[in-house]
């Protein structure tokens, strides 16, 4: 076996990093627009689910949207903005 052959056979694919998208709570926006524009961002999300994000948010002041690879994170907060909404992003650790 040559040398080449052993260093692709020990090549393991590391995970992209993923990425927390949260939501904060602010005191502009109805709560029905808040579930519709997370509905509208993140297509895997079930209205229960957004309905849910929504109220966490509302109570504790901040909320878990999805945890994602990070292009896909600052593509979800940055529409969320542009419906108006409060959003950030962090590694998740």
Same mark, same amino acid.
């Given at each position: *076996?040559?040398?080449?052959?052993?260093?692709?056979?020990?090549?393991?694919?590391?995970?992209?990093?993923?990425?927390?998208?949260?939501?904060?709570?602010?005191?502009?926006?109805? *709560?029905?627009?808040?579930?519709?524009?997370?509905?509208?961002?993140?297509?895997?999300?079930?209205?229960?689910?957004?309905?849910?994000? *929504? *109220?966490?948010?509302?109570?504790?002041?901040?909320?878990?949207?999805?945890?994602?690879?990070?292009?896909?994170?600052?593509?979800?907060?940055?529409?969320?903005?542009?419906?108006?909404?409060?959003?950030?992003?962090?590694?998740?650790?």
């Amino acid at each position: *076996m040559s040398v080449e052959t052993i260093e692709k056979r020990s090549t393991v694919r590391k995970l992209a990093p993923r990425y927390r998208v949260l939501l904060h709570n602010d005191d502009f926006n109805p *709560m029905e627009h808040v579930v519709k524009a997370l509905l509208t961002t993140v297509a895997s999300l079930t209205q229960p689910q957004a309905v849910s994000i *929504m *109220m966490e948010a509302h109570n504790s002041g901040i909320a878990l949207v999805i945890t994602c690879a990070q292009e896909h994170a600052e593509f979800y907060c940055e529409t969320l903005k542009n419906h108006g909404l409060t959003c950030t992003i962090e590694p998740d650790e």
